[in-house]
């Protein structure tokens, strides 16, 4: 493991799974993520196939490793239907009636539905797999299909679900933390991050260096960095490097 990651190992249903998270993220995160992790829902696996015998026989593969499974008969009936906040992926017919799998594809994208697909077709061609790719599919399994290789598929689509739920939890609790920012510190949070020094922070704001002193601290305490280029990081990933108010 690198010196920028530490790991936190799951007791819930992800059992020996390790997620790996950045250095920032989990000084930051650190007690709402365990209880995160103990009350994540179980990751669940979409099937949408028109074809009933293929949809019980992934079903069964999928749950003889401990998935939980839902089954779709339409791409309309998956669109309709509640999803579960947790680790999904969808396993996808490319050939269906009404909606096809490609259609799906766009329709999640537009419609801001995050999650990973794998496709799975009778019927595929090299075309038909570079579009399924270059649209963002973890996988393009042509039928038939080693049971391993839709299984190593579904765990690596579920381990990228799993990282955008972190990467999405980190840019929350940094969204709170600078809303719980005062104006005048979310100033000079603007400018540190920036590289002013506090003389120059202060000939911009009208205050003197003493006070930008007090309120760099301030913003430090209340944004929970522990160092200035940390402080940086979490400005960057709330896209206000560069940015005055």
């Not at 293929?54 to 009936?77: N, T």
Request: charged share 30%; with cysteine.
């Amino acid at each position: 493991m690198i010196a920028s990651e530490r790991t936190i190992r799951s007791t819930n249903s992800f059992k020996d799974t390790e997620l790996r998270l950045p250095l920032t993220a989990y000084y930051l995160l650190l007690p709402a993520y365990r209880s995160l992790l103990t009350s994540m829902p179980e990751p669940t696996v979409f099937i949408v196939d028109d074809d009933a015998l293929v949809r019980e026989s992934l079903k069964d593969l999928i749950r003889s490793v401990g998935l939980r499974v839902e089954l779709f008969a339409s791409a309309q009936e998956f669109l309709r239907a509640q999803h579960p906040d947790a680790p999904t992926c969808l396993v996808l017919d490319v050939r269906m009636p009404g909606l096809s799998g490609f259609d799906l594809q766009k329709q999640a994208s537009e419609a801001g539905l995050e999650i990973p697909i794998i496709f799975i077709t009778g019927h595929g061609d090299i075309p038909m797999t570079v579009r399924a790719m270059k649209a963002g599919a973890i996988e393009f399994l042509s039928k038939p299909f080693r049971d391993q290789d839709l299984l190593d598929a579904i765990q690596q689509a579920l381990e990228r679900s799993r990282k955008a739920r972190e990467q999405q939890a980190v840019t929350k609790e940094l969204r709170r933390r600078f809303a719980s920012l005062t104006p005048r510190q979310r100033e000079v949070m603007e400018r540190v991050v920036a590289g002013l020094i506090n003389k120059e922070t202060g000939a911009e704001l009208g205050i003197s260096e003493k006070t930008v002193k007090i309120q760099r601290h301030q913003v430090m305490e209340k944004m929970g960095a522990r160092s200035l280029p940390e402080l940086v990081r979490m400005a960057d990933s709330l896209g206000i490097i560069g940015r005055k108010s």
